[in-house]
C-alpha cells in the first residue's frame, strides 16, 4: 500500500482487480467489513470506503471479515472462479481450451489464475486440463474403447502425442499399462 495512491486502490477496488489482493485491505464503514480488492460484492459509496495497509488494522479498526471474499482468510482463499474454471475444464475435457478462455470465464488476468492454479492444484492450467482429458481417455480403454479413439475422442492430435503425455502422467505406456491392470484384475 505504501507506493499507492488512493486513486490507484480505488481504481483497483473498481475493477475487482485479484492482482492487487494482500496488498491492501478495502474497509466499508456503512457494513462494518473488509474485503479484498477483488470482492465483487457492490461497490459502497466511496465516502464509506477506508483502505488498510494490513488485515490486521482493519480488524483493529472494529471491522470484520467478508463472506463472500473470504477476506479473513487470503491468502488461504479459494476465489470461486477456481471452482467455476474446473468445473469448464471438465466439461471441455474433450476437447481443445486455451488459457484467454479461462481468463474470459474468470474475469481475472491469466497470471493470477495461474498462480491460483500452482497453489491449489499444484499445476498448471494447461497441465490440469491434460491430466482431465487423460484420466477420461483411461476410462474410455477401460470401457473397452481402442486407444486411437480415446485418444481422439480426448483431443489429442497424434498417438504419439496421446502415448508420450500417457506415459509421463501414469509412468507406463498405454499398452504396458492396461496390460498390467488386466493382469492384475
Ligand atoms: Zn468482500
Redo the contacts with the bound molecule.
Keep these: 500500500m505504501e507506493n499507492m495512491t488512493h486513486e490507484e486502490m480505488l481504481e483497483a477496488t473498481r475493477r475487482n482487480d485479484a492482482t492487487y489482493d494482500g496488498t491492501f485491505y478495502v474497509g466499508v464503514l456503512s457494513t462494518g467489513?473488509y474485503?479484498?480488492p477483488s470482492?465483487k460484492?457492490k461497490l459502497p459509496l466511496i465516502k464509506n470506503i477506508v483502505f488498510f495497509a494490513t488485515r490486521d488494522e482493519a480488524i483493529a479498526a472494529g471491522l470484520r471479515g467478508?463472506k463472500?471474499?473470504k477476506?479473513e482468510f487470503y491468502p488461504n482463499v479459494v476465489p470461486s472462479w477456481l471452482d467455476d474454471l474446473v468445473a469448464f475444464m471438465r466439461k471441455e475435457r474433450c476437447n481443445k481450451i486455451d488459457e484467454s478462455k479461462l481468463a474470459e470465464i474468470a474475469k481475472v488476468d491469466i497470471s493470477t489464475i495461474r498462480r491460483y492454479f500452482k497453489l491449489y492444484l499444484q499445476n498448471t492450467p494447461m497441465a490440469f486440463h491434460r491430466k482431465l482429458r487423460l484420466a477420461h481417455a483411461r476410462k474410455l480403454i477401460e470401457n473397452g474403447v481402442d486407444y486411437l479413439t480415446a485418444a481422439y475422442e480426448c483431443g489429442f492430435e497424434s498417438s504419439s502425442g496421446f502415448r508420450d503425455a500417457f506415459t509421463k502422467e501414469y509412468g507406463l505406456p498405454p499398452g504396458e499399462y492396461f496390460a498390467q491392470r488386466s493382469h492384475r484384475l
Aim: aromatic share 0%.
Design positions: 467489513i474485503c479484498l470482492c460484492a467478508c463472500r471474499c477476506s
